[in-house]
């Protein structure tokens, strides 16, 4: 018997992520609640997985309550901003589901945004490749807005007590810290900083398709783990070598024409060095050879 399945990110929301299945508006027979694993080394972060994790018990009881079976999916807290891994990771719990005939609906309102996006990304991959029948139609992905933003209310909250401390001997320190508070909001919004520094952003390429030709996933599953490939030649030399076939000059042009082709679709970069061409799988490739 079929299930309806929900994967839902969790980071500091409760309303977002449990009210449209409360609410009758989505059924769930089972949702999987995608947490953190480990201890952070830093305290903002170790402050912030506290909360997430208060979070989590919170909605893993109240889904109790519903008659929801509750699940846990832990990710590693040093990769929650590893795209990559957590696309591999998000990819395999809906491909699961899926092949086990299930109905999956994925919730990317909450945070961190490199996992929301990760399984949304997953969920579209698996939805316009040809792997799982009728996928297309069993996989969902859905958002749900605030009706209201917190922060806002925090904000005007601490400005009462800005105003009301003001000039106070005894609150000298607490009226400093929400000064503080507030003119970093005003300078910097509700974040500060980046996360990483070199480099600071964190890519989010298209979904992998499903067009490639059988020689083409060969290439691709033989570059996956390798390092630049200095020249075609040596890419079709080590190929050859590897599936056991003829190295000649028409293998050779099959492999160039090929490797044109995947960086055309962008699994592969190639980049110019003197006569050469060096290769490498692309991230769209490395996410590919990770999933299939």
């Not at 579209?124 to 029948?133: F, G, N, P, Q, V």
């Not at 909250?157 to 009226?175: I, P």
């Not at 300078?187 to 990483?196: N, R």
């Amino acid at each position: 018997m079929s299930e309806s399945v929900h994967f839902i990110p969790v980071g500091f929301d409760f309303d977002r992520l449990i009210l449209p299945i409360s609410k009758g508006e989505l059924n769930a027979d089972r949702v999987v609640l995608i947490t953190h694993e480990g201890e952070p080394t830093d305290k903002p972060t170790d402050r912030a997985a506290e909360l997430a994790t208060d979070m989590y018990e919170q909605l893993s009881r109240s889904f109790e309550l519903m008659g929801v079976e509750p699940q846990e999916k832990g990710i590693e807290i040093d990769s929650l901003y590893d795209y990559e891994e957590i696309y591999a990771k998000a990819y395999e719990y809906i491909f699961d589901e899926l092949e086990a005939g299930n109905e999956v609906y994925v919730n990317i309102s909450s945070m961190p945004r490199t996992v929301a996006f990760a399984f949304a990304t997953a969920a579209d991959s698996l939805a316009t490749e040809d792997r799982i029948d009728d996928a297309r139609n069993r996989v969902h992905t859905y958002y749900v807005g605030p009706e209201n933003y917190l922060v806002v209310d925090m904000i005007e909250a601490l400005e009462k007590a800005e105003a009301q401390l003001e000039g106070s001997d005894q609150f000298n320190d607490l009226y400093a810290d929400i000064s503080d508070i507030l003119e970093r909001l005003n300078e910097s919004g509700v974040t500060e900083g980046t996360k990483h520094e070199d480099p600071m952003h964190i890519e989010f390429p298209s979904s992998p398709g499903s067009d490639l030709d059988d020689f083409e996933e060969t290439i691709l599953e033989f570059l996956n783990g390798k390092d630049t490939i200095e020249s075609t030649s040596e890419l079709a030399e080590r190929l050859a070598s590897e599936i056991e076939e003829e190295y000649d000059d028409s293998f050779r042009s099959r492999v160039q024409y090929n490797v044109g082709k995947l960086e055309g679709k962008g699994y592969v970069n190639r980049e110019k060095d003197g006569n050469r061409l060096e290769t490498s799988l692309s991230t769209m490739g490395r996410m590919w050879a990770k999933t299939h």
